[in-house]
């Protein structure tokens, strides 16, 4: 049986997903969560939407608490830039802002891409969705688990990879690291009641 948390082989690749963004250092556009947020309301954001991503990024601070505390060496306001803009298909596919449905992603990262978004934050569109299908970065991953974990929702495959990335990076062994991360996934989750009853707007 093949291990589900190997990293991706070039062959779950899909042709057009390119390589996953790189060094820590990498400038990108828009470069804070005050310009990201104003793109997006610019683009006609709902307010659901931009809910959401508070929401979201309630999460994702806690994830890069833990990840300032390790000392991980991940491109924090990459996340916190990317949980800004991952949604941005749904001002397209407004539907999606209630139910499930993959069509906003490429939509979004398309849209993102006409806006002169960095490809690097624009593939968030796709791979918050589709970190399983595509090779992406630690911090892809971490908006990725942000997006499931601000409502409460668990996901064991997307977090054991999380704590595989995170422990290749600091050099550890992935169970010295298991308890502390899951510990932290568990708190936050819990108060995914409270954060789907403060999205109804
Ligand atoms: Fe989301």
Known sequence: MSNPY??????????????????????INPA????ATLL?????????????????????????????????????????VGIVLHDAGKILVSAELDASGGEHEPLGQDLL??????PALARIC???ARWSEMAVSLEELLVAL?????????????????????AKALK??????????????EDVAAGGTARLEQSRV
């Open 146 to 166: 942000s997006d499931k974990l601000w409502k409460g929702v668990r996901n064991a495959q997307l977090e054991e990879r999380v704590i595989n990335e995170a």
């Open 113 to 118: 891409l006409k806006q002169g978004v960095s």
């Open 40 to 80: 997006l309301a610019r683009l006609g954001a709902p307010p659901r939407l931009l809910r959401h991503v508070a929401l979201v990024s309630e999460a994702g601070e806690r994830l890069l608490g833990l990840a300032a505390e390790l000392d991980l060496p991940i491109n924090a306001t990459l996340v916190r």
């Open 32 to 35: 804070s969560v005050e310009d």
């Open 126 to 128: 796709l791979s918050h």
């Open 6 to 27: 190997a990293p991706p082989t070039s062959t779950d690749l899909p042709a057009a997903s390119g390589e996953p963004p790189g060094p820590l250092d990498m400038s």
């Open 172 to 185: 550890r062994d992935p169970w010295d690291l298991f308890v502390q991360l899951d510990s932290l996934f």
